[in-house]
């Protein structure tokens, strides 16, 4: 009995650290895009299709940002 003294505290400072690292990552954008990096490990870095999209993609990103009607 006299171990839960120990080992409620212990439980409670554990989920009180995960939803601290969770909000942690959620607010410094961890979770913003899932979708990239699982599909451009398919792609090889040089080429031309690949470098294209990107700059596309980046050029539409810095569209998004400066948009004053968001």
């Known amino acids: ?3 839960l003294y120990i080992l409620v505290p212990i439980a409670i ?3 009180i650290t995960a939803i601290w690292i969770f909000n942690w ?3 410094n ?3 913003d895009d899932l979708d990239s990096p699982a599909h451009s490990i398919l792609f090889d870095d040089d080429d ?3 470098l294209a999209a990107q700059k596309r993609e980046e050029h539409n990103d810095r569209d ?3 948009d004053p009607a968001k």
């Open 13 to 15: 400072a554990l989920v």
């Open 1 to 3: 009995m006299t171990v």
């Open 29 to 31: 954008g961890q979770y």
């Open 25 to 27: 990552a959620v607010n």
């Open 64 to 66: 998004d940002d400066s």
């Open 48 to 50: 031309p299709a690949h």
